[in-house]
């Protein structure tokens, strides 16, 4: 593998593409990944439904430069990802993408903009796992001949700093990516990302750092200026840079020491660009989060009681089965002219939900939920 990572300045939005073209001109050009007719996946980071302003979210100048690189070339530009945020259906990642500006982004460039949660997984085997042998993946990422990651720059509570391996974390569904969180120590739950990011074998990561977060990232951070646009064919190298960039040393972020120790890149790459440390900058460092101030035996239990889940209303079900023909796990099923859902099945994905043509699909919410809830709208 080629484990050049360039770094370009790039003092704000409005000349990122040229900042971009140079970034992957320096390790080798975009023709060496792209093909004429190539359906090629670009995974921004969408984690919530927030403005770009705010730098939690890749930002939508990037995603359109992209987009347009791609098409140049022949390629055929897909834009997709799954909302970090909890809601009991699948309008999250809709509005995160509306709110972020990418679906607007999208639709200036004429790309197919593809909602996870609403397209649909696929359950598959993890060869060499050290988490998670079996894994839910979105269908969209196994039809893409070519996968990109544009992560944007942050610090995260759990993995201390997150960027191109951990972008992938949005392929999988909500269980999947709460029996994650559940593993509640830092190693274990890097070793889960890596698990993922190791089935995807993306072929280039671009990231957006002129606005990074610092702080209690991945969401609730400080917006932090870093004025760089990074680029690499190898994922783990990049992260391993750009965790240097802002201060961190890489081999204390838990993805960076999980993904080096299985050999899915290197710890050395060579840097081509702009030198490091004439953009190093000193990103604040997470606080922890509620990692640091509850015990993990109660986090365990608090989160297993902290659910939201689908139930089918038998006296609205027409039983049209559409929400059976529709599940990726096979989750729901039919007993004596009843429908019902397997809570030890079901993703969480909501497509059931969402699919319903007579709103019979409805939520349960544990009593954690419904207070926090309660909590929330006072």
């Known amino acids: 593998m080629n484990s050049r990572v360039s770094i370009v300045r790039c003092c704000d939005y409005s000349n990122v593409r040229g900042s971009i073209e140079e970034a992957i001109e320096l390790i080798g050009g975009l023709d060496k990944v792209i093909a004429q007719g190539s359906r090629v996946l670009l995974k921004p980071n969408v984690l919530a439904i927030r403005p770009p302003e705010d ?8 995603v359109s430069a992209m987009c347009e690189l791609v098409s140049e070339l022949g390629g055929i530009p897909v834009i997709g990802d799954g909302s970090g945020v909890t809601r009991p259906d699948s309008t999250a ?4 993408f509306r709110v972020s500006g ?8 004429g790309a197919e903009l593809i909602n996870f949660e609403q397209s649909g ?12 042998s079996r894994l839910y993946i979105s ?3 196994l039809e893409a001949d070519v996968i990109i990651s544009l992560p944007k720059l942050k610090t995260h509570e759990l993995t201390l700093y997150t960027g191109a391996v951990k972008n992938f974390f949005g392929t999988v569904p909500r269980k999947n990516r709460k ?3 559940f593993l509640e120590d830092r190693d274990l739950f890097g070793e889960a990302v890596v698990d993922i990011y190791s089935f995807i074998k993306p072929h280039l990561a671009v990231m957006d750092g002129v606005v990074g977060m610092e702080g209690d990232g991945p969401s609730r951070g400080t917006p932090a200026y870093a004025g760089v646009i990074m680029a690499s064919y190898d994922c783990v190298a990049l992260d391993v840079v750009a965790s240097e960039l802002i201060g961190f040393d890489p081999l204390k972020i838990p993805t960076n020491r999980a993904a080096l120790a299985r050999g899915l890149g290197t710890g050395h790459p060579e840097l081509v660009g702009t030198p490091l440390e004439e953009v190093q900058v000193r990103f604040k460092k997470p606080a922890g989060g509620v990692t640091a101030i509850i015990p993990p035996f109660l986090r365990r239990v608090l989160r297993r009681h902290f659910t939201v889940k689908p139930f089918i209303n038998t ?3 027409a039983l049209c089965k559409a929400c059976v023909l529709n599940c990726s796990a096979n989750a729901i099923e039919e007993v004596d002219g009843v429908l019902s859902i397997d809570d030890e099945k079901c993703i969480l994905c909501y497509c059931c939900r969402e699919l319903c043509p007579n709103d019979a699909v409805e939520i349960k919410k544990s009593l954690l939920v419904k207070i926090a809830s309660r909590s ?3």
């Open 179 to 181: 029996q994650a969180h």
């Open 139 to 141: 269908k969209a990422v």
């Open 55 to 62: 730098a939690v979210t890749t930002h939508p100048a990037v």
């Open 102 to 109: 990418i679906e607007d982004a999208a639709s200036g460039c």
């Open 376 to 378: 929330k709208n006072r």
């Open 93 to 96: 990642t809709a509005e995160a």
């Open 315 to 317: 006296s609205s079900c």
């Open 121 to 132: 997984f696929v359950e598959v085997d993890i060869p060499d796992a050290r988490q998670f």
